[in-house]
T-cell receptor, first 112, second 112 residues
Framework: GESVGLHLPTLSVQEGDNSIINCAYSNSASDYFIWYKQESGKGPQFIIDIRSNMDKRQGQRVTVLLNKTVKHLSLQIAATQPGDSAVYFCAEKDNAGNMLTFGGGTRLMVKP | DTAVSQTPKYLVTQMGNDKSIKCEQN?????MYWYKQDSKKFLKIMFSYNNKELIINETVPNRFSPKSPDKAHLNLHINSLELGDSAVYFC???????????FGSGTQLSVL
């Protein structure tokens, strides 16, 4: 079947560096993508979203890039801080579906 | 004020018991969901209700029964609990079916 994302790998970065978290999706009908952050013991928290008519969207310290040609989504975090340590999920919805399908998540660890 | 609140936070119970998890949202959203997160952090949708009407019912054992008394509440009742039901259960809500989700803080269910 079609799937989103990756199994739970870990990305370790130094405080102050930029982080890039990647996500691959396989459903070409997906037209809406979201990045979520989940801190330990909490529920996923919305970070940023992007629709398929866009290639890039920026928020505060975060940027999401969408490459529909290769079905790839990335989350860039500038000047990573200890508070950014969490598990990050990409999620997608297709243009007909009602479900938000989540990828497997990436654990980001920020070293002081 | 908590936007999406679910209780209890922790639930420890014996196999074969029946238990309920409650969820309430004060965001005025039309759609509510239940997600299950396994030990590998994988998030999978279980149910979705829109205006108290069931619209998504993924492959979930019929021991799981959602109930939506009104638009702001979606409770999850589980009969005859099994070891494999141990997971973190998240309630979520969204303004519409295809919009971003707001999650509760989760209920960690441990079946002994």
């Amino acid at each position: 079947g079609e799937s989103v994302g990756l199994h739970l790998p870990t990305l370790s970065v130094q405080e102050g560096d930029n982080s890039i978290i990647n996500c691959a999706y396989s459903n070409s009908a997906s037209d809406y993508f979201i990045w979520y952050k989940q801190e330990s013991g909490k529920g996923p928290q919305f970070i940023i979203d992007i629709r398929s008519n866009m290639d890039k969207r920026q928020g505060q310290r975060v940027t999401v890039l969408l490459n529909k040609t290769v079905k790839h989504l990335s989350l860039q975090i500038a000047a990573t801080q200890p508070g950014d340590s969490a598990v990050y999920f990409c999620a997608e919805k297709d243009n007909a579906g009602n479900m938000l399908t989540f990828g497997g998540g990436t654990r980001l660890m920020v070293k002081p | 004020d908590t936007a999406v609140s679910q209780t209890p936070k922790y639930l420890v119970t014996q196999m074969g018991n029946d238990k309920s998890i409650k969820c309430e949202q004060n965001l005025g959203h039309d759609t509510m969901y239940w997600y299950k997160q396994d030990s590998k952090k994988f998030l999978k949708i279980m149910f979705s209700y829109n205006n108290k009407e069931l619209i998504i019912n993924e492959t979930v054992p019929n021991r799981f029964s959602p109930k939506s008394p009104d638009k702001a509440h979606l409770n999850l009742h589980i009969n005859s609990l099994e070891l494999g039901d141990s997971a973190v259960y998240f309630c979520a809500s969204s303004q519409a079916l295809r919009e971003k989700l707001f999650f509760g803080s989760g209920t960690q269910l441990s079946v002994l």
